[in-house]
């Protein structure tokens, strides 16, 4: 299998870099493949972590239910997450799975991946550092009068957005 690490950078509006979010692939016979975790992302990760320290960056790593069902039981993998304050767990699905809300107590903070409205509310959004609003949603929501209320309402809750793929200057701002 191969596998294939794409640091994604994130920025401010002010275009300074405050972290990155990792992206892998798993490849077999010229496929993409699905793995939870290996123990080689997060091997990665600290590897680089004189980078991640010494620049003040944060590594955000998405993750699933079945990879925080592994975070939360492999006792190595839990020793090495805990010494990284720099690594915040992406997730999608929000924290009604239990093996996700168990992530909410631990020493790693949360982002949630927003995807769109539907899990956004604000009775959980208060366990996430930040929001990270896909490209397409914001996209499709952009222009809409509602948009400017839509991002004062998550920012009662979590004041740090981040929007994928916006690399428009007036946008932006």
């Known amino acids: 299998m191969i596998t294939q690490y794409f640091a994604q950078p994130i920025m401010s509006t002010e275009q300074k870099l405050l972290g990155v979010e990792l992206l892998t692939t798993f490849r077999e016979n010229g496929f993409n493949v699905l793995n939870p975790l290996s123990i080689d992302i997060i091997h990665f990760i600290t590897f680089n972590e004189g980078f991640f320290i010494d620049s003040k960056l944060f590594c955000s790593l998405s993750i ?55 899990n956004l509310k604000a009775d959980i959004i208060k366990f996430y550092e930040a929001v990270k609003i896909n490209e397409t949603y914001f996209s499709t929501q952009f222009y809409r009068n509602c948009f400017p209320v839509l991002l004062k309402d998550i920012m009662k809750y979590c004041p740090k957005i981040i929007v994928s793929g916006i690399f428009d200057t007036e946008l932006l701002h």
């Open 64 to 118: 699933d239910a079945s990879t925080a069902f592994i975070l939360k039981h492999d006792a190595y993998i839990q020793i090495l997450i805990q010494s990284m304050p720099y690594l915040k767990l992406l997730i999608s699905e929000g924290l009604s799975n239990p093996a996700l809300k168990l992530l909410s107590h631990g020493s790693n903070t949360l982002f949630l991946n927003c995807l769109g409205i539907d």
